[in-house]
């Protein structure tokens, strides 16, 4: 198998903050990765270093190194923007535009200067399908996204993101907003992405990531406690903190 | 203590119904010394008329005589001439003299074929007479062929003049003087200040919002910049208006004009209205959900997409509610365009030439020897109106954008 993200001895600090020990981790390419652990261990933190999205927090500082396809990401000239259209993200709280859900899924690529209607029309529909969210929407592609339901904006959020046929999408508690059938919803959606996609998900709910990840990774305040295929991780943890954080002992 | 206490509440509940019920006081106070001063001289006329009243002498080629019925909604005060359709009131004026008043023109009376005998460009053309002028002198042919005239000048009654016309077999000519007192060159000079003010400081004000807020890396430097603006936004009008004569005034004397004028008056309102156009932009910014932001640079997009693409938008609404804060305050100015565009009440206002907005016309009829209380309170009341329109709508949008995000 393919690592698509390799991170070596990373650190991070907010400020005088240091928010991530020195952590070392390999990411399969076209599998699911969950990330668990109690708030506040970084797992969110670590989730943006995957697309730079920690640039934009003032005082954040980066020590170490992640490579993408062998290429290190973390050194200051990288393109981001080239960057973000290959790992695309999902946010917590489903965040739409306000404007029509066509103009949605099509504002990535449009940032990138594709004005071919037909090209547009085509990933729109494609993006959609893949998302689960064409049959509902088909006949008000133009009616504002922020009239969706949150389930159905959360979809919308996904098509928005593979519409720049990404190689990772990285989903930061993308049901955590979510009622149980839109997450239902949501999760099955991701076991059908992962063909195409390497998903890597942070969740805080332990069943989730037993149910839809191939791997999960334990952190506990800023260390990378344990990663290994889910089904060790949850018959037979190796740390004793992993075994009391999934048995319910703390967190 | 039980008793202290009680006693204490009683006198602080006693000074907050007072306080409040002196405040509520004097504005019912206000608004009705300017409802029941303004409402006398407010007609909506005289939002499109002159203030200046002119002098016209018209003549008339065929001026026969014809039979015109009295229209039943004049009153008996009315004297009526019946062979040339035209009715006369007597009118006492504000200073005091007695106006002679045309009130009412029959649509095919001959008085309206007249055309203009003053030297000047309008020469020749033909000249409706406006309502409300008063009438100096009406020369009249009698039947015998000899010319008499009647009129304001010559001390006559509105009756003696419409039975004198009555006994005439045609009409000579006609001095009269146009009404005046209206506000249509201010209002108009308040338009272009309005927009042209907009014009100078919305571009700037937004992109310097933007810059302070999105942009900005957020150190001291900015930081000052930020407690300078709010400090701009404390200074008092006039010193702006000194600002723009010392400053601004050579800019445009350059550029060939002479004397104060509108685009004078708008460059300093812009410099004005700069602090508050910030100040709005950047708080319509700040409400902007930062998952818009993230969304949008996820998707590959830079920075400066982000912020016209989706940013920027989802921040009208609060931008407008900026714009209708400034034409609020322009609308309001006085003292910075008593400097910057002279306190002569012009007619016909053009750019470069100096003029009144409403608010200066209410210091100038105000400030000569004999103060137009009831011209001044007119006006205040096409302010008010229009201020208060503004803060209605500005209440509307903002109700409209919690609810659009909050959603």
């Given at each position: 198998m393919n690592n698509i993200f390799t991170v070596k001895d990373l650190d991070l600090y907010y400020g005088d903050n240091h928010a991530l020990h020195s952590i070392d981790m390999a990411i399969e390419e076209n599998r699911v990765t969950a990330f668990i652990g109690p708030?506040?261990?970084?797992?969110?933190?670590?989730?943006?270093?995957?697309?730079?999205?920690?640039?934009?927090?003032?005082?954040?500082?980066?020590?170490?190194?992640?490579?993408?396809?062998?290429?290190?990401?973390?050194?200051?000239?990288?393109?981001?923007?080239?960057?973000?259209?290959?790992?695309?993200?999902?946010?917590?709280?489903?965040?739409?535009?306000?404007?029509?859900?066509?103009?949605?899924?099509?504002?990535?690529?449009?940032?990138?200067?594709?004005?071919?209607?037909?090209?547009?029309?085509?990933?729109?529909e494609e993006s959609l399908t893949k998302a689960a969210l064409w049959n509902e929407v088909k006949d008000r592609l133009k009616s504002n996204a922020l009239r969706l339901s949150g389930g159905q904006q959360q979809r919308l959020c996904i098509a928005r993101a593979i519409a720049l046929q990404p190689d990772v999408i990285l989903m930061d508690e993308p049901t955590s907003a979510l009622d149980p059938i839109a997450t239902s919803k949501i999760e099955e959606l991701m076991e059908s992405l992962k063909?195409?996609?390497?998903?890597?998900?942070?969740?805080?709910?332990?069943?989730?990531?037993?149910?839809?990840?191939?791997?999960?990774?334990?952190?506990?305040?800023?260390?990378?406690?344990?990663?290994?295929s889910t089904k060790e991780i949850f018959h037979l943890p190796k740390d004793k903190r992993t075994e009391d954080y999934i048995t319910g002992r703390f967190g | 203590m039980t008793k202290r206490r009680k006693i204490s509440d009683f006198m602080a509940n006693a000074m907050t119904y007072f306080a409040s019920f002196i405040s509520i006081l004097m504005l019912v106070w206000i608004f009705f010394y300017i409802f029941s001063t303004g409402m006398k001289s407010f007609d909506f006329k005289m939002l499109t008329t002159?203030?200046?009243?002119?002098?016209?002498?018209?003549?008339?080629?065929?001026?026969?005589?014809g039979s015109f019925e009295k229209p039943g909604s004049l009153g008996d005060s009315v004297a009526y001439s019946v062979k040339y359709g035209v009715g006369f009131e007597d009118v006492s004026t504000k200073s005091g003299t007695m106006d002679l008043q045309v009130v009412y023109i029959a649509s095919d009376s001959p008085l309206n074929s007249g055309t203009n005998?003053?030297?000047?460009?309008?020469?020749?053309?033909?000249?409706?007479?406006?309502?409300?002028?008063?009438?100096?002198?009406?020369?009249?042919?009698?039947?015998?062929?000899?010319?008499?005239?009647?009129?304001?000048?010559?001390?006559?009654?509105?009756?003696?003049?419409?039975?004198?016309?009555?006994?005439?077999?045609?009409i000579d000519s006609m001095q009269y003087q146009t009404p005046g007192g209206g506000v249509g060159g201010s209002l108009k000079a308040t338009l272009m200040l309005i927009g042209m003010t907009l014009l100078f400081a919305?571009?700037?004000?937004?992109?310097?919002?933007?810059?302070?807020?999105?942009?900005?890396p957020k150190n001291r430097l900015t930081r000052l910049i930020r407690s300078s603006i709010e400090m701009l936004a404390g200074v008092p009008s006039i010193i702006f208006g000194l600002m723009g004569v010392a400053v601004l005034f050579p800019i445009t004397a350059a550029f060939g004009i002479k004397s104060t004028s509108i685009l004078l008056g708008s460059l300093t309102l812009a410099i004005m209205l700069l602090p508050v156009i910030i100040r709005n932009t950047e708080e319509a910014l700040i409400v902007v959900p930062n998952g818009f932001r993230d969304g949008s640079l996820s998707l590959g997009a830079t920075e400066t997409q982000?912020?016209?693409?989706?940013?920027?938008p989802s921040a009208l609404p609060g931008i407008?509610?900026?714009?209708?804060?400034?034409?609020?305050?322009?609308?309001?100015?006085?003292?910075?365009?008593?400097?910057?565009?002279?306190?002569?009440?012009?007619?016909?206002?053009?750019?470069?030439?100096?003029?009144?907005?409403?608010?200066?016309?209410?210091?100038?009829?105000?400030?000569?020897?004999?103060?137009?209380?009831?011209?001044?309170?007119?006006?205040s009341i096409i302010i008010l109106v229009i201020v208060l329109i503004l803060n209605l709508t500005i209440k509307l949008i903002t109700a409209r954008l919690m609810k659009k995000w909050s959603a």
């Open positions: 708030s506040g261990c970084g797992k969110s933190t670590l989730l943006r270093c995957f697309n730079r999205m920690n640039d934009l927090i003032d005082g954040c500082r980066i020590e170490g190194n992640i490579e993408f396809r062998g290429k290190d990401i973390i050194k200051d000239k990288v393109d981001t923007v080239e960057l973000r259209t290959q790992v695309g993200m999902v946010f917590q709280r489903p965040n739409p535009f306000p404007m029509s859900i066509y103009d949605n899924v099509a504002y990535g690529l449009r940032c990138q200067g594709v004005k071919d209607k037909k090209v547009l029309d085509k990933v729109v063909k195409d996609f390497t998903i890597v998900i942070v969740t805080h709910s332990m069943q989730q990531a037993a149910r839809i990840s191939d791997f999960t990774a334990f952190f506990l305040l800023g260390d990378l406690i344990e990663m290994n | 002159n203030y200046w009243s002119t002098n016209y002498k018209i003549e008339f080629e065929s001026p026969d005589a005998a003053v030297a000047g460009e309008t020469l020749g053309q033909s000249q409706s007479i406006d309502l409300g002028s008063n009438v100096q002198r009406i020369t009249y042919v009698n039947s015998d062929g000899s010319y008499a005239s009647e009129g304001n000048s010559k001390g006559s009654s509105a009756a003696q003049l419409a039975a004198a016309l009555d006994q005439s077999v045609s919305l571009p700037v004000g937004i992109f310097a919002a933007i810059y302070l807020h999105e942009l900005a982000t912020i016209f693409k989706v940013v920027l407008l509610s900026a714009v209708l804060l400034s034409i609020g305050r322009i609308i309001g100015e006085s003292a910075a365009l008593i400097f910057t565009m002279g306190t002569f009440i012009m007619d016909k206002p053009t750019l470069t030439q100096n003029a009144t907005s409403l608010a200066v016309q209410i210091w100038s009829v105000m400030s000569g020897e004999n103060p137009n209380f009831g011209l001044a309170c007119a006006i």
